[in-house]
């Protein structure tokens, strides 16, 4: 008699649970680090918020200064990036450790834990390079971290408009501007690296199976941190 | 013969690309309400953040899994928000004064 297994659309830990807290520690680790996170990137937001809402000058006008169509899109790219990064941990969990496998009767491929976890790595990568376009054109523009550089053409239009560009707060607004997003992107910056360290060291050599892909998990813990205080921050910086 | 044994011994796996499609539609409708409305200051800045929590909660409840975790590691991440609100109320109060 034989036994077949049936594992789909069923989510297993990663690896057996250690006495105490109940998980394993790597994963106990992690959350332990994002709680520490946690209280750092609330004490840069709870500055810009007493910051902010304790001058009585105008601050900058949402869009006047900084381009949110363009931190739009970045922000849905590190939400895909979020989705990927989720479907690379189900995939392992699957135990689908390949690239891409064509499925009969389908035109889109099976995607395993190395394409997802690359498309990941691709999109936070992106992320990045577009939050350095921004902050190239922004600091072209005459926006620094102390405010509108004198003679930039930001300056002009600031002087021109003080109301919509907040000229009287613009050190506050580009010191807490520079602050919070180049935090932000360290860590994204630090989790790409993870995770090509992760890819070319353990996903190709193909080291993770569905009884132990706990690396997958706690860099999908991280890198899921990383997305949410985005969409905190993208909604605190740009669009109030 | 050929028997079947289900290992369900997890939870069901959330539809991750439906999860998505709200965080796409609730970004789109974020930045809409944050340019194209003409709600006053104060109502915007409460309908926008409320927007950027359910998102932050999405994220969290079922990419991070925190939904299907055992409730002494959703305290680990919770603990910091009580302490959080303190610290920007003190500081806030101490701005106020």
């Not at chain 1, 049936?6 to 250690?18: I, W």
Request: with cysteine; proline share 5%.
């Amino acid at each position: 008699m034989t036994q077949a297994t049936q594992t789909v659309d069923v989510m297993r830990p990663p690896f057996p649970a250690e006495p105490g807290a109940g998980v394993y520690s790597n994963k106990l680790g992690m959350w332990v680090f994002l709680a520490s996170d946690v209280m750092f990137f609330t004490a840069l937001i709870g500055s810009y918020i007493v910051l902010r809402f304790g001058v009585t000058e105008p601050w900058a006008k949402p869009g006047a200064v900084l381009n949110v169509p363009l931190t739009a899109v970045n922000t849905f790219l590190l939400i895909c990036s979020s989705v990927s990064m989720v479907k690379a941990y189900a995939a392992i969990a699957d135990g689908k450790k390949y690239f891409l496998r064509a499925v009969p009767g389908k035109l889109l491929r099976d995607g395993g834990l190395k394409f997802w976890l690359l498309v990941t790595m691709i999109c936070g990568a992106a992320f990045v390079g577009v939050q350095l376009v921004e902050y190239i054109k922004l600091v072209g523009h005459g926006f620094t971290p102390s405010g509108f550089r004198e003679g930039s053409l930001l300056a002009e239009h600031a002087a021109a408009d003080p109301v919509k560009y907040g000229a009287a707060a613009a050190g506050m607004y580009g010191s807490t501007f520079f602050t919070m997003t180049g935090f932000h992107g360290f860590h994204v910056t630090c989790g790409v690296i993870s995770m090509t360290y992760l890819y070319f060291t353990k996903v190709l050599p193909e080291k993770y199976s569905p009884q132990d892909y706990r690396g997958i998990e706690v860099i999908g813990l991280y890198w899921h941190f990383v997305d949410l205080v985005w969409i905190i921050l993208f909604t605190i910086v740009y669009l109030i | 013969m050929t028997s079947t044994t289900p290992t369900i011994t997890g939870h069901k796996r959330p539809n991750y690309i439906l999860i998505w499609l709200y965080l796409f539609v609730l970004t789109v409708v974020e930045v809409s309400a944050a340019f194209l409305s003409h709600i006053p200051k104060k109502w915007l800045i409460l309908i926008l953040l409320f927007f950027a929590v359910w998102k932050a909660l999405l994220v969290a409840l079922f990419f991070m899994h925190l939904k299907f975790e055992r409730w002494r590691l959703r305290i680990i991440f919770m603990i910091p928000l009580p302490l959080a609100a303190i610290l920007v109320t003190a500081a806030i109060m101490e701005k106020v004064w």
